[in-house]
């Protein structure tokens, strides 16, 4: 057993060590489904809830948890895309690597904060002078920091107003549904879940 734990150990570090905002997205990601699943089955599973309560309550649910995922993944994707092209594009760099780039002016000067520059490629092309490490080590901060601002506005305001404004639309409907004079109980059988 404690093989498999240092295989699993050795793996996480291996595919996270140079982007930890990867591992705050996938850990956060796994978060929500699991989060939206619980919430799910017990809400299936609950004796107490009628079966009209619960034809409402868990498409609702489900629907709250793709909203919720979708929205996270979205917002902190695209951030983390956002701040990891400032850095690669040099609009974004520690001191020794804006020194690397002015000692070499003549040939990066216009480039620099060009959406088609990557410094990725400059470290590629000069492994012996340019400051690799230092690159890298601010280019996982910048992400990271961007990842966490980005979950924090996901999680705190877009979701939030995307899922009750869903809720709202869904809960019109059902309101509908329930308030037709129509509706009797053999649809509410039918409704089950």
Not at 60 to 78: K, M, P, R, W, Y
Not at 133 to 145: E, G, P
Not at 149 to 163: E, F, H, K, Q, Y
Not at 171 to 190: G, L, M, R
Request: hydrophobic share 35%; glycine share 4%.
């Amino acid at each position: 057993m404690p093989n498999l734990y240092q295989k699993i150990l050795k793996s996480v570090y291996n595919n996270f060590k140079e982007d930890t905002s990867k591992m705050l997205i996938a850990t956060s990601g796994i978060g929500w489904f699991l989060s939206s699943l619980a919430q799910c089955v017990a809400i299936y599973r609950n004796k107490e809830i009628s079966p009209e309560s619960k034809s409402f309550l868990f498409p609702q649910e489900v629907a709250d948890g793709c909203i919720n995922l979708f929205s996270f993944l979205v917002i902190t994707l695209l951030f983390k895309k956002g701040m990891q092209k400032l850095c690669t594009t040099g609009k974004f760099a520690p001191k020794s690597v804006r020194e690397f780039l002015e000692k070499n002016k003549d040939i990066y000067k216009d480039k620099v904060g060009k959406l088609d520059f990557n410094l990725d490629d400059v470290m590629k092309n000069n492994p012996d002078k340019f400051p690799a490490d230092t690159y890298k080590s601010y280019k996982n901060l910048v992400t990271t920091l961007g990842t966490v601002g980005a979950s924090i506005l996901s999680c705190n305001v877009a979701t939030p107003i995307i899922r009750n404004s869903t809720a709202s639309k869904i809960q019109h409907v059902y309101k509908d549904i329930y308030s037709n004079p129509a509706y009797n109980t053999s649809n509410q059988k039918s409704m089950k879940i």
